[in-house]
C-alpha cells in the first residue's frame, strides 16, 4: 500500500502541477507570479529576497521582473519596511487577489465534498501527515537544488 500511496502522491503532484498552470494562465501570470502571490498569500508581506529564496530564483533582476509583473496587474505593491526605510516589502493588494483566488473555487469545493465523507479522527490523521511532509519540503527542495 505504501507503493500505491507514493504513486497516487506523484499523480496529485502532477495535476496539482497543471493545476497551477490553468490558474495562472487564466489570471494572466506564469506559474512564479502565481506561486508568489500564494506565497504572500500564505506567508504575509515579505522582501524580494525571502520570495526570491523561496522561488529558487535570483534575488537580482529575476525576482525584480517578477515583482514588476505583479505590481503592474496590481497583485502586490511595494512598500518601505517601516523599521529600515532602506529595505522593500512586497505585500498583496487583497481586493485584486481575490480575482485571481476565485479560480480555485473548484478545487476548493472537491476538497470539501471529499472530507464530508471523513471523521474528525480521520482528518486529524491527514492533516498531521500533510503537515509533516510541509514540513520537510523545503529542505527536499533545498537538497533537490543542489544536485549536479
Known sequence: MA???????????MFTVLLHHATASK????????QC?????????????QLA??????TGGAITAVIDRLEKAGYV????????RRRVIVELVEENVAQFTRYFG?????FRERL?????????VLLDWIRGINED????????RKLP
Open 3 to 13: 507503493a500505491e500511496l507514493q504513486l497516487a502522491m506523484r499523480r496529485n503532484t
Open 27 to 34: 489570471a494572466g501570470m506564469n506559474v512564479t507570479d502565481a
Open 37 to 49: 502571490v500564494n506565497a504572500l498569500s500564505l506567508d504575509g508581506p515579505q522582501t524580494p529576497g
Open 53 to 58: 529564496q523561496l522561488m529558487g530564483i535570483t
Open 77 to 84: 505593491r511595494r512598500t518601505r519596511d517601516p523599521d529600515d
Open 106 to 110: 473548484p478545487i476548493g469545493r472537491s
Open 116 to 124: 464530508d465523507d471523513h471523521t474528525d479522527e480521520q482528518i486529524a
Open 137 to 144: 519540503m523545503p529542505g527536499i527542495i533545498d537538497e533537490i
